[in-house]
């Protein structure tokens, strides 16, 4: 079943958008198109509006104080 969703761009992205199409020799809507196509047939879905990916096999995986221990750097 194909569901469908509304995604609002703001000026700024508009501008980013553009100027990237231009960059690739394409117009905008061929390449926000094929951007689009190429995050459907990715493997993720997205959270609350945030792209989650599926953990790859044998991937660690970060604890809380991991991400912490990182976050906060060597001289924590």
């Known amino acids: 079943m194909a569901t469908t ?7 700024a992205l508009k501008v980013r958008l553009t100027d990237l199409a231009r960059q690739a020799g394409q117009e905008v809507d061929e390449f926000v198109g094929a951007l689009l196509r190429r995050v459907v047939e990715a493997d993720v879905r997205f959270e609350r509006g945030v792209p989650a990916f599926p953990r790859r096999a044998g991937a660690p995986v ?15």
């Open 5 to 11: 969703a509304s995604i609002i761009v703001d000026a």
């Open 62 to 76: 970060l604890k809380v104080e991991d991400v912490d221990r990182l976050a906060d750097g060597p001289d924590a």
